[in-house]
């Protein structure tokens, strides 16, 4: 009987031990996959523009699909694409008051090439906004429709269907 129970008691904190071990493979492994699926780190990884920009920029917040807040932006366009960076006072108030600006911001500026972005009329339930992707990547990101045609106006761009 005191065999059965000391087999009993080694499984129990055999499985206990196990568990443990599949709970923290799982958090590091949900991490890494949002890490991966980062559509930020991805447009920054192929697209990242040190020079400065020299054109007009308009401030607005865009959406990326799967954060959870808006990323505070200042856009413009060129002949080689579209510009997306945040501005230095939003970088700075968000380094600082994270809680009192709710945020996400652009620490490096990106240019993304005309012939890499494709962009259309975003469906429900965004439909006021406007649907930039770049599918050698995978990534998207979604601009309210009014910045959106003003930028499209500006690059001599046909405006999407609404």
């Not at 055999?14 to 958090?27: N, P």
């Not at 005309?114 to 962009?119: F, T, V």
Request: hydrophobic share 40%; aromatic share 12%.
């Amino acid at each position: 009987m005191q065999v059965n129970f000391a087999v009993v008691s080694i499984t129990r904190s055999a499985s206990v031990s196990i568990l443990k071990v599949l709970v923290i493979a799982s958090v590091l492994g949900l991490w890494f996959y949002a890490w991966y699926r980062n559509d930020e780190r991805r447009l920054k990884r192929d697209f990242a523009h040190l020079p400065p920009f020299d054109g007009p920029l308009e401030n607005c917040l865009i959406r990326f699909p799967a954060g959870e807040t808006k990323t505070d932006c200042v856009l413009g366009v060129n002949s080689e694409g579209l510009y997306l960076s945040s501005s230095a006072q939003a970088v700075q108030r968000n380094k600082w008051l994270t809680w009192r600006h709710p945020y996400y911001v652009l620490r490096t500026p990106l240019l993304i090439p005309w012939d890499r972005l494709q962009y259309s009329q975003a469906k429900f339930p965004l439909r006021d906004y406007v649907r930039f992707s770049v599918p050698s990547n995978n990534t998207t990101f979604f601009v309210p429709r009014p910045t959106a045609e003003v930028l499209l106006t500006r690059a001599d761009r046909p405006l999407p269907l609404s």
